[in-house]
């Protein structure tokens, strides 16, 4: 069979599907692309543009003027050329992006954008509509889960590490708003794919959770 398969990963904030997509790209040689981190930078430049994200005007006239890469040794999302990956973890990009992310005009661009950047294939892409819209016909659909309490610990955790100031009500509280807009927005909502396989990590680690995804995508090769 073809050796450059099409991965989609989905699933609710913060479940592990970035750490699962990075592991299995490296490990099969294939490109990651993190989706998240897109809508992320272009909320990033409507704060810094002051764009409202119900003003539909300023919206139609920023979309064309935003350009998002990832800068190929490190996978960091580039904004107009610069360099943004920290700025957009940070809460104030977080309790933007997902309002940002039900406006259609934006979410036509970044699709546009995610169907080329993956037209090959050999790319793994993570994110809340890969393999219900951007890759319908992808060859591994999986659709990542975890308990809120357990996500909100990791994501807690993972922003202390990186110096963040944020308290645990506030992480829980955004998973918990991000994740109701997410699967309620009426353009490309969340929700998992018929076709698509169920993880549930909630009691995985991280290497429990890679060997697992390993042995899914060794299913398709085989297949
Ligand atoms: O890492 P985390 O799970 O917290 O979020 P993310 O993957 O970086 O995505 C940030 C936000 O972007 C999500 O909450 C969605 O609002 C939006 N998003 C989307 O609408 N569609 C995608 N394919 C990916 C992200
Ligand atoms: O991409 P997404 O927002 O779905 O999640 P992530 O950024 O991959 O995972 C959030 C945090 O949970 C990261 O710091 C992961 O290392 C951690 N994690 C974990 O400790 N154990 C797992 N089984 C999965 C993720």
């Keep these: 069979g073809k050796d450059k398969y099409t991965i989609a990963i989905d699933g609710y904030s913060a479940c592990g599907k970035s750490t ?10 294939y490109s990651y692309i993190d989706t998240g981190a897109m809508y992320r930078a272009v909320t990033l430049y409507f704060q810094r543009h002051g764009i409202d994200p119900g ?3 300023a919206i139609r006239t920023a979309v064309p003027h935003i350009h998002i890469d990832f800068r190929p040794e490190d996978n960091h999302v580039l904004l107009n050329g610069e360099d943004v ?14 309002p940002v992310a039900t406006r259609s005009e934006v979410r ?8 080329k950047m993956g037209e090959n294939g050999g790319v793994i892409l993570d994110g809340r509509d890969i393999g219900t819209v951007v890759f319908p016909d992808a060859d ?3 659709f990542v889960t975890a308990d809120q309490e ?10 202390l590490s990186a110096g963040r100031e944020v308290s645990r009500e506030e992480v829980a509280e955004n998973l918990r708003e991000r994740d109701y807009i997410d699967s309620h927005r ?4 969340l929700r998992q794919a018929d076709d698509a396989i169920l993880l549930d990590n909630t009691h995985l680690g991280l290497e429990e959770l890679i060997e697992h995804g ?5 299913r398709i090769k085989k297949s």
């Design 108 to 115: 036509r661009a970044m699709v546009q954008q995610q169907r």
């Design 214 to 218: 390993v042995e899914l995508v060794n």
């Design 20 to 29: 699962l997509a990075r592991a299995l790209a490296r490990r099969l040689g």
């Design 140 to 142: 591994l659909k999986l």
């Design 85 to 98: 990956e920290h700025q957009i973890r940070g809460l104030a990009v977080s309790q933007m992006v997902s």
């Design 55 to 57: 003003d539909d005007e």
């Design 186 to 189: 009426a353009d490309s909502p």
């Design 150 to 159: 357990t996500r909100t610990d990791r994501r807690l955790s993972e922003l």
